[in-house]
C-alpha cells in the first residue's frame, strides 16, 4: 500500500497571478524586501526587483504599490473542522474557507468528532470528503484513545498508514501515565507526533474558568494553571524516558512554559504551541462573563500571558496555533457556565497579533510570520518558502488595514470568536494554498492582462 | 435603578436608598392591614429554577403587600424539564408582560443576560455562587436597625466562602457600608484569590475576639462527599460557633437555613445575639422596597406603552423622583 498523502483538499485551477511590487517577507529565506512575484502554474516562477516583471498572458495582476506584505502562508496545526456529526458548528468547507480568509494555506483537523475519529474507515471517509470539500489542504490526527476514552489505544500503525499526521485526544487529557506510555511506545511503530492536551482532570475538576483573583469574585469554580503545568512536565518525563516526539497543545500556564524550556534542554523531543487568544487575553476578559471568552484552557492571568508570549518570542514555544473551535449561536447563548468552551480564531489570528503585539513593538513581524508558519515541520511537513520553483502558498496582507472583527460577518459557521467587535490593523487581502487561489477580499483589485 | 443583578454594581447611596424605603415598609408591616397599592396592576413573575421556599415566598409576599400580582414559575415539572434553553423560557414568559422577573438560578451571571433579552426588571434572587444581592440588602438592614451605621465595624464571614453567593454579595455590601470584612473557613472552601475583593482572609477562628458580627456560613453536607473537608465533625470542631468563642458583644448572623451542631451550636442560634429571625423578617420589607425602587421608585418607571427593550425609556414619574438627578 503507497502511504496516504498527509494534507488532501485544496484543489483548484494553478493560479497565474503576478504581484507587482509587494514587500517580500519570509523568514526562512532571509528575506525582506521590495519585489515582484510571479506565480505561473501554482508556482512561484520568479521573484525580480520591483516593477521590473510584465504580466504574461493569462497571468493577473495585483499591485502592491510597494506596500501590501506577502509572506509564506500560515500553517495550523490546531482546528476543529467539527465533521463528521457537528456540522452545525462547522465542516470541512466552511472551516478550510475561514482557514484561507485568515491567510492559512494548511491546517490539521482534530479528531474529537461524533464519532470520534478513531478508526481508519472513518479517516478515510472524512479524507474523501475533504478532497471534495476543503478549500485548502487539511491534514488530520487521529485519537489516541478510543473514543477519547482514556483507555485503549486506536489502531495507531493502520490509521497513520491511512493518513494520520499524529494523535490526540484534544478536548481531553490522556490522564493515565500508564496509557501515554503505551501510545509512546507504540508511536516507535507507527510513527506520528502524539499532540497533548495538558489537563490533569482531579485539578481542574468541574471548573470553567482560571482560578484567580476573578473567579473568586464571579464564583465560578476555578482551574489552576497546575491542572496543565504539572501534566506537561509528567509528560515531558515519559517523552524523555520512551524517547517520544510529543507536542503540547494551547499552552495556558507559565509554569507549562518552564516545563516546556526544561524538557528541551534536556532533549526531549517536544515542541508547543500557543493560542492567539492566550497571547492577548487574560481573566479579566471573563469579568462580562461573555461565553466568547470561554475556552479550554481557560484565558489565564496576565503573568501567565507574559510568560507565553517570551517562550514564543524565545522559540520555547514553536508556532501559534488558533485552535479554532467553532460552536453554533444557540450554544453560546446561554449562562457562561453552561456554555461549551471554545472560540473561533482562523479569521482573526494574524490581524489580533499584528495588532495585539507586532504593533506596539512585543513581537517582531518576522518572528510572528515565522511561528505562524512553523506548525507544518512540526509535524513533518515541508513549511512554505517564498522561493522560484516552490508551490505557491503566499498570504498577501495591508499593513494599513483598519477593520473591525466580524463587521462583514464571518466565513466560519460560527460567529463565537473572542476577539469580534475588537478593532484590528492588518488584514490578510489573498491567500494562495499550494498553489491555488483559496481566498480573496472583495476589495483587492485583480487586473486581467 | 432599571435592574438588581448584583451589589457590586450598586453604591453605598443605592444601597441606603433601599435600606430607607426598607424602614418606610417596614412601618407598613406593623399596621393591622398590611397591605399598600403601590404596585396595583404590575405582574412579578417569580422564575426559580432552584429548589427555594424562603426567597421565593419572601418575594411573594413583598409582591402581593405591594399589590402587584404575583405568577410563580418553578424550573421543576415545566418547559424546562423538556429542554427549552433558558432564552425560550424567558422569551415565552415575557409574552405575559411582567414588569418584573425575580430569577434565580444556578448559574453566575444568568440575570444578567436575562436583562438583555426581556423588557422587564430583573431582581437577582441568586445566580450560581456568584451573588445574591437581596440577602446583602436584607443583612444590611438588619444590621442597621440593630446597630445604627456599621462605619468601622469588624465582620468576619465564617465557612464554606467558595461555594455561597451569600458570601461574596455580603463581602461587597458591608465593605460599601464601611465595614472591614474578614472571611475564615477551611482552605480548601476559601477561593484563592477572594482577598482581591478587600476582605481579609483567615483559616482560624483564633481572633475572632476582635469582630463586632459574626455571620456564619451553611455548611452543606454534600461538600463532605466532594471531599472538601475531612468530615463534618472536624468542621464543627474548628469552625462551629458556639457558647465558647461567641463573645457576648458580638451579635450572630445566618443567612438559614441553620444546621445546628455543625456551623452554630443550638445554644448560640437561640441567644440573643443571634438576629437570625430578624434576617428572615427583614427579607420582605427589604424585597419589598426594591421591586417598589424598580417599579415604582427614581428612574425605575417604564413607558407603559413599550414592548421592547430597544423602546424602554425612563420616564419620570412617582412621588419619589429625584428631581436633582
Redesign the interface.
Known amino acids: 500500500m503507497t502511504p496516504a498523502e498527509p494534507l488532501i483538499g485544496g484543489a483548484g485551477d494553478p493560479a497565474n497571478i503576478l504581484l507587482r511590487d509587494v514587500r517580500a517577507l519570509d523568514p526562512r529565506e532571509g528575506l525582506d524586501t521590495r519585489r515582484d512575484i510571479s506565480v505561473r502554474g501554482g508556482r512561484i516562477a520568479e521573484l525580480a526587483e520591483p516593477g521590473t516583471l510584465a504580466a504574461a498572458d493569462g497571468q493577473e495582476t495585483i499591485d502592491g504599490g510597494g506596500r501590501l506584505l506577502a509572506m509564506p502562508a500560515f500553517f495550523d496545526p490546531h482546528v476543529h473542522l467539527r465533521t463528521p456529526g457537528q456540522e452545525h458548528k462547522e465542516d470541512l468547507e466552511s472551516g478550510t474557507r475561514a482557514a484561507a480568509a485568515g491567510g492559512y494555506a494548511g491546517v490539521i483537523a482534530m479528531p474529537n468528532t461524533a464519532p470520534v475519529l478513531d478508526s481508519a474507515p472513518l479517516l478515510g471517509a472524512v479524507r474523501e470528503a475533504a478532497a471534495r470539500q476543503a478549500r485548502i489542504p487539511v491534514g488530520f490526527l487521529a485519537a489516541i484513545t478510543r473514543g477519547l476514552e482514556g483507555e485503549q489505544l486506536t489502531e495507531m500503525a493502520e490509521l497513520a498508514a491511512h493518513g494520520a499526521l499524529g494523535f490526540t485526544d484534544d478536548g481531553k487529557p490522556v490522564a493515565s501515565a500508564g496509557t501515554l506510555r503505551k501510545a509512546l511506545q507504540y508511536q516507535r511503530l507507527c510513527g506520528g507526533v502524539l499532540a497533548l492536551h495538558e489537563e490533569d482532570p482531579t485539578l481542574s475538576r468541574a471548573g470553567a474558568m482560571h482560578?484567580?483573583?476573578?473567579?473568586?469574585?464571579?464564583?465560578?469554580?476555578?482551574i489552576?494553571t497546575v491542572a496543565e503545568s504539572t501534566m506537561v512536565a509528567r509528560d515531558a518525563m515519559l517523552a524523555g524516558y520512551e524517547d517520544g516526539r510529543v507536542h503540547f497543545m494551547h499552552l495556558s500556564a507559565a509554569g507549562s512554559v518552564l516545563a516546556v524550556a526544561e524538557a528541551k534542554r534536556r532533549g526531549v523531543r517536544a515542541s508547543a504551541e500557543v493560542s492567539p487568544h492566550h497571547l492577548l487575553l487574560t481573566d479579566d476578559d471573563v469579568r462580562t462573563?461573555d461565553t466568547r471568552m470561554k475556552m479550554h484552557p481557560p484565558l489565564t492571568g496576565e503573568s501567565d500571558r507574559q510568560a507565553l508570549l517570551e517562550g514564543l518570542r524565545d522559540g520555547t514555544i514553536d508556532c501559534v496555533a488558533t485552535d479554532h473551535a467553532p460552536h453554533a449561536r444557540?450554544e453560546k447563548?446561554?449562562?457562561?457556565?453552561?456554555a461549551p468552551m471554545g472560540t473561533t480564531g482562523l479569521e482573526t489570528a494574524f490581524a489580533a497579533l499584528y495588532t495585539g503585539l507586532v504593533m506596539p513593538g512585543r513581537l517582531g513581524l518576522a518572528v510572528l510570520v515565522e511561528r505562524m508558519t512553523a506548525g507544518a515541520a512540526l509535524f513533518g511537513l515541508p513549511a512554505a518558502r517564498m522561493a522560484a520553483q516552490e508551490p505557491a502558498s503566499i498570504a498577501l496582507a495591508d499593513l494599513d488595514a483598519r477593520w473591525v472583527a466580524g463587521e462583514h460577518g464571518w466565513e466560519s459557521r460560527s460567529e463565537s470568536c473572542c476577539f469580534a467587535g475588537r478593532a484590528l490593523q492588518g488584514r490578510v487581502l489573498a491567500t494562495l494554498a499550494a498553489g491555488v487561489l483559496a481566498h480573496r477580499d472583495r476589495t483587492l483589485e485583480m487586473v486581467e492582462a | 435603578m432599571r435592574h438588581l443583578l448584583s451589589i457590586e454594581e450598586l453604591d453605598r447611596a443605592a444601597i441606603e436608598r433601599i435600606v430607607t424605603q426598607a424602614e418606610r415598609f417596614a412601618e407598613v408591616s406593623d399596621r393591622e392591614i398590611k397591605k399598600v397599592p403601590a404596585l396595583r396592576g404590575r405582574m412579578v413573575l417569580n422564575l426559580f429554577y432552584e429548589a427555594s421556599t424562603r426567597t421565593r415566598s419572601s418575594f411573594e409576599l413583598a409582591a402581593k403587600r405591594l399589590s402587584a400580582d404575583v405568577v410563580n414559575f418553578a424550573a421543576s415539572g415545566s418547559s424546562v424539564e423538556k429542554g427549552e434553553s433558558l432564552k425560550d423560557t424567558v422569551l415565552t414568559l415575557s409574552a405575559h408582560k411582567p414588569d418584573a422577573i425575580v430569577l434565580r438560578t444556578p448559574w453566575a451571571g444568568a440575570s444578567e443576560l436575562v436583562s438583555r433579552w426581556c423588557p422587564a426588571a430583573i431582581v437577582n434572587a441568586g445566580d450560581g455562587k456568584h451573588e445574591h444581592p437581596t440577602q446583602a440588602l436584607l443583612d444590611v438592614y438588619t444590621l442597621k436597625r440593630r446597630l445604627g451605621p456599621i462605619d468601622g465595624a469588624a465582620i468576619w464571614i465564617v465557612g464554606d466562602v467558595a461555594h455561597s453567593r451569600v458570601a461574596r454579595s455580603d463581602i461587597l455590601a458591608f465593605q460599601r457600608m464601611g465595614a472591614k470584612v474578614t472571611v475564615a473557613g477551611p482552605p480548601t472552601l476559601i477561593p484563592r484569590g477572594i482577598e482581591q475583593l478587600g476582605c481579609e482572609v483567615r483559616f482560624d477562628l483564633d481572633e475572632l475576639d476582635g469582630a463586632d458580627i459574626v455571620y456564619a456560613l451553611r455548611m452543606q453536607r454534600e461538600r463532605m462527599s466532594e471531599t472538601w473537608v475531612p468530615s463534618l465533625r472536624e468542621y464543627a470542631a474548628t469552625y462551629q460557633i458556639n457558647g465558647r468563642n461567641l463573645q457576648p458583644r458580638q451579635i450572630l448572623m445566618h443567612p438559614g437555613p441553620v444546621n445546628r451542631g455543625v456551623e452554630l451550636s443550638g445554644e448560640v442560634v437561640d441567644s440573643p445575639q443571634a438576629v437570625i429571625t430578624a434576617q428572615v423578617e427583614a427579607g420582605v420589607v427589604v424585597r419589598m422596597a426594591v421591586l417598589y425602587e424598580l417599579l415604582a421608585g427614581s428612574g425605575g418607571a417604564r413607558d407603559p406603552g413599550g414592548t421592547g427593550a430597544e423602546q424602554r425609556i425612563a420616564v419620570p414619574v412617582g412621588a419619589r423622583q429625584d428631581r436633582d438627578a
Open positions: 482560578e484567580g483573583a476573578v473567579s473568586a469574585a464571579l464564583g465560578i469554580a476555578g489552576p462573563l444557540d447563548e446561554v449562562p457562561f457556565e453552561q
